[in-house]
């Protein structure tokens, strides 16, 4: 039966395959460094480092096609100097009639070939070895001049040597070089020079980026006074500086600082992902004309919830599973709607298929406090749509009133009840029930049922909700309720979530008595005062660098605010080990578990991270950097299929699962100069154990580990820097 066979109904998969990296085996390397998430991520985002070496260009050439006129042809191809061998060229011709195919090849060889061995990345202040393999081919032995020039970023330590090299034979240079304090991808070239004059060179470069990691620190407040100096906090490197004040009669200068806050921030679950995007999701709407990098961040937060949707619509944390996170699908679903609203193309069986999962988080069971309010969320979502949820509001309502009695109104879970009821026309009852939603950030400190809920998420969200379904009361707003919110930011109690979530509800709450105060800024470098030019929505000016304090001044009845975010990194190493509810070490151990005494060029090693917590008996949502040192590589270690090509089951880590490990993290990032770790963590030490190489002599610092709670940023901890020394073989 042809038809029946070529007609029958078939899962739908798909099978792809690729050769580029037998090709070019280098971008096989690139492959496994991509950063999750991918697609238009920029390296401080995916955790990538952004100070990133220069590599060599590819020995591959497509001409595409071409109209060739009548008669000869030339066709040129620059051979890049770093090649010598056997080049290989196909070349096909066709005209109406005929078909002409050529292959030739040709050997490429100098009189000497230079392999350089350098480090991927250095850090400032690193003293380390960089060899140059020199391979004559020519026909008797010679004195061959090799020097190495460096530009600003480093430092030679060292001058020009002569190798005598016998024909046919290799001699190997030496070369000892500083990494100094210009961050960047610093280039260096070997040059051999031959008894004749003739000079043959290859060029090489090295990343120096900083022993620490990339941060950014919010000062912010209300101004009563006439008058207020700030002084910045930090001294930063001027390579990815961004140094700038807000100040403006409307809090919604805090954004600016919040939304630079999450266009740096790293990490790559599904909320944290959707919350990076949700700035751009604010600001710029089709309706008012999409900013340049708006439609690509719509457009990338789109892919990645597709392909983190599972066939129930549900979305993972991390990735696709039959296991979705229910939070995760409901801010997915709100970030959706929110994108709808605002005028932005979204798929209609994305959105769809997500409404079935929601359906079945607000009607489906629930226990304890944390599952009631996510079914009123989902609930809340559901009626935005048009969707009646009568029954289960309903029924979240009664189950509130009964397991929760005394404290259920203080919950935020509260106010979407509120909010679906006044969306249904039930407004006597929305309103007397939002009435007792209390502000957080200007009361006592709540208990955490969840890592997704704390004062700043409650606020955010009842603000939102305020002005979109209530805004007859906006009016009744407390005067401490933006003293309490400035707190909580300036205390850095604040996370991806509720920092998109805040972005949010200062946007839907609108500027307020602009017309009304007159602000202006200068800075002071010096013994001169430098006006600060005030411009945008929100208004701000970047800072200049070397300003050691700012001036605001303010004219009018009402409070100006502002905000001084300052992002980069840190000058020098931060030595001090730090503990706030964390604790974090790490270890060099040889392959039998010693503490290392010496490392030498091509060794392999353990390195060990500890951490626990030191507070609780449980801290969720954690997550781990470890920055390596220079001369240091990780060894992937992936899991190999079975003979039918099926991966074992259960998470697994691009690493493997070395001997003494005993935590398992939900998820692990391996990039070029770092190690990301994802998980939670219990008083009980944990250990995680991966293997590194030495691949360069040397004298390097060795950056702190560092872990912090990725919705509670008050549990940090920092381990030791030190030195790790590698010995040539």
């Known amino acids: 039966d042809p038809l029946g066979h070529f007609f029958q109904k078939r899962a739908l998969q798909v099978q792809t395959s690729q050769i580029l990296d037998l090709i070019l085996p280098e971008f096989r390397l690139l492959l496994a460094q991509a950063a999750a998430g991918g697609d238009g991520e920029g390296a401080l985002a995916a955790h990538l480092n952004p100070f990133k070496r220069k590599r060599q260009a590819p020995v591959a050439w497509w001409s595409g096609l071409i109209d060739l006129p009548a008669g000869e042809t030339t066709l040129e191809y620059q051979v ?12 096909v011709s066709i005209d109406d009639s005929r078909v002409g195919v050529h292959e030739g090849a040709a050997e490429v060889r100098g009189p000497l070939v230079i392999s350089p061995n350098v480090p991927a990345m250095v850090a400032p202040g690193d003293e380390f070895l960089v060899t140059a393999g020199v391979f004559s081919n020519l026909g008797e032995a010679a004195e061959v001049k090799v020097s190495l020039e460096t530009d600003q970023g480093l430092q030679l330590l060292g001058e020009t040597q002569t190798l005598s090299i016998a024909p046919r034979r290799e001699a190997v240079a030496r070369f000892r070089l500083k990494a100094l304090e210009q961050l960047g991808s610093s280039d260096l070239r070997v040059i051999a020079e031959l008894p004749d004059g003739k000079r043959i060179g290859i060029g090489e470069s090295i990343s120096v980026r900083p022993a620490v990691e990339h941060r950014v620190q919010l000062s912010l407040g209300r101004l009563s006074s006439d008058r207020l100096e700030l002084p910045p906090t930090r001294e930063l490197f001027p390579q990815l500086r961004k140094v700038e004040l807000g100040l403006g009669a409307s809090p919604l200068v805090w954004s600016q600082g919040l939304s630079d806050y999450l266009a740096d921030y790293s990490y790559s679950c599904t909320e944290q992902m959707l919350s990076k995007a949700m700035p751009t999701l604010i600001w710029s709407t089709p309706a008012l004309g999409l900013a340049p990098d708006a439609r690509s961040s719509f457009d990338d937060a789109l892919r990645m919830l597709r392909q983190r949707q599972n066939q129930s619509g549900g979305f993972g944390l991390w990735a696709a599973s039959p296991e979705a996170d229910a939070f995760a699908s409901s801010y997915a679903s709100d970030f959706l709607i929110e994108a709808r609203e605002r005028g932005y193309a979204v798929p209609d069986d994305l959105l769809n298929s997500a409404n ?6 607000a009607e489906g069971p629930s226990q304890g406090m944390a599952e009631l309010r996510l079914r009123a969320y989902a609930s809340y979502l559901l009626t935005r749509q048009g969707v009646v949820t009568s029954g289960a509001l309903a029924d979240i309502h009664e189950r509130y009133q009964t397991y929760f009695k005394d404290r259920w109104e203080q919950d935020i879970g509260a106010a979407y009840l509120a909010a679906s009821y006044r969306l249904l026309k039930q407004d006597k009852q929305a309103r007397a029930i939002f009435a007792k939603v209390p502000w ?3 009361g006592k400190t709540m208990e955490r049922d969840s890592p997704y809920y704390d004062e700043l998420v409650h606020d955010a969200e009842r603000l939102a909700l305020l002005s979109r379904h209530f805004p007859e009361q906006l009016d009744e707003l407390p005067d401490a309720l933006l003293d309490g919110l400035a707190r909580q930011l300036a205390r850095n109690q604040y996370n991806s979530l509720s ?9 839907s709450y609108g500027r307020v008595g602009e017309q009304r105060v007159e602000v202006a800024a200068a800075a002071r470098l010096g013994e001169q005062l430098q006006q600060l030019t005030l411009a945008g929505k929100p208004p701000r000016a970047a800072v200049p660098l070397g300003a050691r304090m700012l001036e605001l001044t303010r004219e009018g009845d009402l409070p100006a605010f502002y905000l001084l975010s300052e992002a980069g990194y840190d000058k020098g190493v931060l030595s001090d080990e730090l503990r706030e509810g964390l604790e974090i070490s790490r270890d ?8 290392l005494q010496s490392l030498k060029v091509g060794d392999e090693f353990l390195v060990r991270l500890r951490l626990r917590a030191v507070e609780r008996e449980r801290v969720e949502q954690l997550a781990v950097v470890d920055l390596l040192p220079g001369g240091i590589e990780p060894v992937y270690n992936n899991p190999l299929p079975d003979e039918n090509g099926e991966l074992p089951e259960g998470r697994h880590s691009p690493l493997g699962n070395q001997p003494g490990s005993d935590w398992q993290p939900h998820a692990v990032d391996v990039r070029e100069d770092r190690v990301v770790l994802y998980g939670n963590v219990s008083r009980s030490a944990a250990t995680f154990v991966y293997r590194a190489r030495a691949t360069n002599a040397g004298r390097f610092g060795t950056p702190p580990p560092y872990a912090e709670g990725m919705y509670e940023r008050s549990l940090q901890a920092r381990g030791a820097s030190g030195q790790l020394e590698i010995l040539e073989p």
Do not use: H, K, M
């Open 588 to 595: 060099y151990l040889d392959l039998d578990g010693t503490p």
């Open 356 to 361: 079935g999962y929601l359906s079945r988080i």
């Open 499 to 507: 920092a998109a979530l805040l972005i949010r509800g200062l946007d």
């Open 440 to 442: 957080r950030t200007v």
């Open 80 to 91: 890049p100097e770093s090649f010598n061998g056997r080049l290989r060229w196909f070349v």
